[in-house]
């Protein structure tokens, strides 16, 4: 049977059937590889962020939630770093050793920052945008 095709039983495989072949094997593990890659990135980005019990550990260990102190630090013009030099604050964000946030005077502040004073000293503030101005 030459040059019908058929080979006989043992003999080598065309030439053509040998890259269908080979093909169809690439394809299907590039395939499978491509999807256990996407099924893997969908299952990290689809898990919800436990973010409640974060905040609950940080409450439970007397932090205060940013609320109150960010609210104070609009209003009085407060940094978390300091001003330029020559810049003399008026006040200051301190958190007591309970927890609470105060504004108390920049002396008061300083205090807390020295250690003199219990607490931690959180923004030193210009004051109020309608305060007067400091000559």
């Known amino acids: 049977m030459i040059g019908t095709g058929s080979t006989a039983r043992g003999a080598a ?13 690439t394809a299907t593990t590039v395939g499978a590889l491509t999807a256990l890659a996407g099924f ?3 299952s990290v980005i689809g898990q919800p962020h ?3 019990s974060e905040r ?8 205060v939630s940013p609320g109150p102190i960010e609210a104070m630090v609009r209003t009085n013009r407060c940094s978390y770093t300091g001003f ?5 604050p008026s006040s200051a964000i301190i958190r007591t050793p309970q927890g609470d946030p105060r504004l108390v005077s920049f002396d008061d502040g300083w205090a807390v920052f020295t250690g003199d004073v219990p607490g931690e000293l959180v923004a030193v503030c210009l004051g109020p945008d309608d305060a007067p ?3």
């Open 84 to 88: 330029d030099a020559g810049v003399i």
């Open 40 to 42: 893997g990135a969908l």
């Open 133 to 135: 101005a400091v000559p």
């Open 56 to 63: 609950s550990v940080e409450a439970s260990a007397g932090e």
């Open 13 to 25: 495989a065309p030439m053509w059937l040998r890259v269908a072949v080979q093909s169809v094997r």
């Open 50 to 52: 436990n973010t409640t």
